[in-house]
């Protein structure tokens, strides 16, 4: 289970999912399962905007690991 409350908005995060991709970006919005429409599956997300601007939206269950990164060590911000 991922502990949503350490992300804010624009942390820079490296995400792998549950593909075995992984992903660095800046955390752009969390959004609770409550906040969803009736159309979008129930669960938490994580939207990520890497380096080219693209906004990549991310369900818990799509999430392999997710962890923070230091912001002294910049990275590029790109799908790897």
Excluded at 11 to 35: A, K, M, Q, W
Excluded at 49 to 60: A, Q, S
Aim: glycine residues 6%; aromatic residues 8%.
């Amino acid at each position: 289970m991922i502990d949503w409350k350490q992300f804010n908005y624009k942390d820079e995060v490296c995400l792998t999912d549950v593909d075995g991709d992984v992903i660095y970006g800046r955390v752009e919005c969390v959004t609770d399962s409550n906040e969803r429409s009736d159309l979008e599956k129930q669960e938490i997300g994580i939207g990520i905007v890497v380096n080219d601007g693209r906004h990549i939206e991310f369900y818990e269950s799509e999430i392999k690991s997710i962890v923070k990164l230091n912001v002294s060590q910049p990275r590029d911000l790109v799908i790897a």
